[in-house]
Nanobody
Framework: QVQLVESGGGLVQAGGSLRLSCAAS????????MGWYRQVPGKQRELVGT??????NYADSVKGRFTISRDNAENTVYLEMNNLKPEDTGVYYC?????????WGPGTQVTVSS
């Protein structure tokens, strides 16, 4: 079983930046993709972006502001968030696909104040 641990969340003012990290460990299968989702209370979890073996893809709401990168050797995925807006506030979850399963981290809170 793959364990995922996110870090880097916090409180930031609008226009600021944060960098999230997610480290994966364990599991029998190679990780095929990693990604980021976010959720606010009362709403469904939504995609932020994912990265597989090619170029990352992003939700329209974050294109041009967020960048996903991946260190395959360390099984770590990063989310660089710039020009943050209050609507980016939420719990950010990392996920990873390995073999037939998808795993999720416990999440990290990002709060953007106006």
């Amino acid at each position: 079983q793959v364990q995922l641990v996110e870090s880097g969340g916090g409180l930031v003012q609008a226009g600021g930046s944060l960098r999230l990290s997610c480290a994966a460990s364990g599991g029998r299968f190679s990780i095929n993709f990693m990604g980021w989702y976010r959720q606010v209370p009362g709403k469904q979890r939504e995609l932020v972006g994912t990265i597989g073996r090619g170029r990352p893809n992003y939700a329209d709401s974050v294109k041009g502001r967020f960048t996903i990168s991946r260190d395959n050797a360390e099984n770590t995925v990063y989310l660089e968030m710039n020009n943050l807006k209050p609507e980016d506030t939420g719990v950010y979850y990392c996920n990873a696909g390995a073999g037939p399963w998808t795993y999720w981290g416990p999440g990290t809170q990002v709060t953007v104040s106006s």
